[in-house]
């Protein structure tokens, strides 16, 4: 897939320095903010039907100790479909955190937490990308056998 940073509109950004911007995945363009000052990176996966906004109580509360990078999943917010079917893959999901992650957080393991939906999308990103992962949060997860 490729990626492409961008700040404000400025492609080859460093994005771990910005507090917003835009990362091209494929046939998405996925908008993301990184909130706080800490050291430890939290990086937050939405439900379906959730945007960044989803997280503003959780941002006011951990933003003092950490950085939370927060962003919105193809067909929520302000992301967009380029190309293709509206309908997404959760491997496409996967890949978008994958690439968010690469580009917003400089360490080479983050704090990574996952609701509804989003939980099962974090959940199968951990099992891909164990070295990744320094810990995992999950809330709101249903799964059966």
């Known amino acids: 897939m490729e990626t492409v940073l961008a700040r404000n509109g400025e492609a080859g950004v460093e994005a771990s320095s910005a507090g917003q911007g835009e990362v091209t995945v494929g046939r998405f363009v996925i908008p993301y903010r990184v909130f706080g000052s800490g050291i430890d990176y939290i990086v937050c996966v939405n439900g379906a039907q959730q945007t960044i906004a989803s997280w503003r109580s959780f941002v006011s509360h951990f933003s003092k100790d950490y950085r939370i990078v927060t962003f919105d999943f193809p ?56 070295a990744t992962v320094d810990k995992l949060l999950l809330a709101s997860v249903a799964l059966r056998p």
């Open 75 to 130: 067909g929520q917010g302000r992301a967009r479909i380029l190309s293709g079917p509206l309908s997404i893959h959760i491997d496409e999901q996967i890949e978008v955190v994958h690439e968010i992650t690469r580009g917003t957080v400089p360490h080479q393991s983050f704090y990574l937490v996952g609701i509804s939906w989003g939980g099962i999308v974090a959940l199968t990103y951990a099992a891909r990308y164990p």
